[in-house]
């Protein structure tokens, strides 16, 4: 095995998302000569909170996308291929051209996998046929186009089981749909339904109240305990699995626009190896973000099987938590720092106004500013303005290189 072992490094980083760039940045920024290398062979990195702005007619695509060559901390190797198997045991990682890596610390930060094929029909109508979602860069433009276009007409979207990246964006989608379609008095010729898989509008209790009087505001048709299994998108039909007290029944609903959320999961390739826990998802301590049975193993980002939201603002502060932890653990010191579960979800209620949902751990509110400047139980003017003009400016300039604002 040691002939074929092509490179060492003393922190080796699979991923090149949020996550692994904010973590790799982190630790460069601590220990300037440490041996960095990250694995991912994408081309592009993309800012995927701002794909529900370029749906709702804000940004534009190319706001969000900028080349991995421009994005990769300075001083880090970046190695453009992908992993296909881990041997925690030898401290080695295997890649698609047969080569394999060995490592000091493992950091995971592979993100979780969009499974478009799970709802027969989606992969093939997705971007044409009314149907679209903000969850994938090439269609969230498409969006914007229908909602300019709808006039009258229904409008479907939908939520799958969770976990899930981003909780609120597919009703962020729906919102910011409305806001348009009143703005251009043609929101009472337009049926909105919103199909939620589960059984609440949001996971944390004290958001919803803000959010039920958008629902009413723009006459939406909640739908709880309706997930979308197929899609006829010739025919514009998507049929959804209804669950109630009474059973279990389908229900196929015709739509002149519909926005997916596709159903989410761990990778296979987490799934399948021996860094998983029982559900898939890598197993890590949910406070050091270190593997629970290998100690030079880390995690962050929506890999982890952990019980936070999957939002890149939950990577800001989970980035140098796994850096200081790495740091301490390569010292042979305990590890110092604890994540206490934050995430945050700005629900882009309409043109205008975000209630900024920021919770931890056990649905735990977690406020970054004051209730005197911004009350994220309450639509705010200024939670708009944070998330439309300084949140990218603190992603690609900040978190992107070790500037740890926000945290």
């Not at 993309?46 to 940004?59: A, H, K, L, N, R």
């Not at 453009?80 to 394999?100: H, S, Y």
């Not at 109508?125 to 903000?134: D, E, R, W």
């Amino acid at each position: 095995m040691s002939e074929s072992v092509q490179q060492s490094s003393d922190i080796l980083i699979i991923g090149a998302g949020a996550a692994g760039l904010a973590t790799a940045a982190s630790l460069k920024k601590r220990q300037q000569n440490l041996q960095i290398t990250v694995v991912d062979p994408a081309t592009e990195h993309y800012y995927q909170p701002g794909w529900t702005m370029v749906g709702g007619g804000i940004f534009k695509p190319q706001q969000t996308a900028r080349a991995m060559t421009n994005v990769i901390p300075a001083g880090i190797a970046w190695r453009q291929q992908a992993v296909v198997g881990f041997d925690p045991e030898q401290n080695i990682v295997m890649l698609d051209d047969g080569q394999q890596l060995r490592y000091g610390i493992l950091i995971v930060a592979t993100g979780l996998k969009l499974d478009w094929n799970a709802v027969p029909g989606l992969s093939e109508s997705l971007g044409k046929h009314g149907v679209t979602s903000n969850y994938a860069f090439g269609t969230a433009s498409y969006t914007w186009e229908l909602v300019q276009s709808l006039k009258r007409g229904k409008a479907l979207f939908t939520q799958p089981p969770m976990p899930i990246k981003c909780a609120g964006a597919p009703q962020k989608a729906m919102y910011l749909s409305a806001s348009h379609w009143r703005s251009q008095g043609c929101l009472d010729q337009i049926q909105i339904e919103f199909h939620n898989a589960g059984q609440a509008l949001f996971g944390v209790k004290e958001y919803v109240p803000a959010l039920m009087e958008y629902i009413e505001k723009y006459h939406v048709q909640l739908n709880f305990g309706s997930r979308l299994i197929a899609v006829d998108g010739p025919n514009r039909r998507a049929t959804f699995e209804v669950t109630t007290p009474d059973g279990v029944t389908e229900q196929t609903h015709d739509f002149d626009m519909l926005h997916v959320c596709p159903p989410q999961g761990p990778l296979d390739l987490i799934r399948n190896s021996v860094l998983a826990d029982s559900a898939g998802w890598l197993e890590v301590d949910p406070q050091s973000l270190q593997h629970k049975r290998y100690p030079n193993i880390f995690a962050a980002g929506d890999t982890i099987g952990t019980s936070n939201a999957k939002t890149a603002a939950a990577v800001r502060k989970q980035a140098p938590i796994v850096a200081q932890n790495v740091l301490a653990q390569l010292a042979g010191r305990g590890l110092p720092a604890r994540y206490n579960g934050y995430g945050s979800c700005p629900l882009t209620v309409e043109h205008g106004k975000i209630v900024l949902a920021e919770f931890g751990y056990d649905g735990k509110l977690l406020p970054t500013f004051s209730k005197r400047l911004i009350d994220g139980t309450r639509p705010s003017g200024l939670a708009w303005r944070l998330k439309k003009d300084i949140l990218p400016s603190v992603y690609w300039n900040c978190m992107l290189k070790g500037r740890e604002w926000l945290v």
